[in-house]
């Protein structure tokens, strides 16, 4: 019999093997981040949209003008995640608007709210 003397450790595919398993992991992991982080700008934005809409809608109980809040025409304000806009529709009705700057033709890249409280898209709700 003979005795082959084998040396202890990893061989070159063991370690390909491992860098391959944890690449994958790493890669899951990125891109739910990503997707959770994408998420929580698009509550934050929800949320400035209803801002937005309840101080409008109470600057036109004290005045019967939605135009008062903002002067004439429309807004428009952008931070780093969105572009905020106010369009006015007619003497009685706006849309308030929050584009995603990451992902604008995306299904949930243009979020809207109006006058009656339709919001839309309402899968991103």
């Not at 709210?113 to 709700?125: E, F, M, Q, R, Y």
Request: net charge negative; hydrophobic share 40%.
């Amino acid at each position: 019999m003979l005795d082959v003397c084998r040396s202890r450790g990893f061989t070159f595919v063991e370690l390909l093997v491992v860098l391959m398993l944890v690449a994958m992991l790493a890669l899951v992991g990125v891109s739910t981040y990503k997707k959770f982080i994408s998420e929580s700008y698009r509550e934050k934005a929800k949320v400035q949209l209803n801002e937005l809409a309840e101080a409008i809608e109470s600057q036109y109980y004290e005045s019967g003008v939605y135009e008062d809040l903002i002067g004439s025409g429309d807004w428009t304000e952008t931070n780093s995640h969105f572009t905020f806009a106010v369009v006015y529709t007619n003497d009685t009705g706006f849309q308030v608007k929050a584009v995603s700057m990451s992902d604008p033709t995306g299904a949930c890249g243009v979020l809207t709210l109006d006058a009656v409280g339709t919001k839309g898209p309402s899968g991103c709700w």
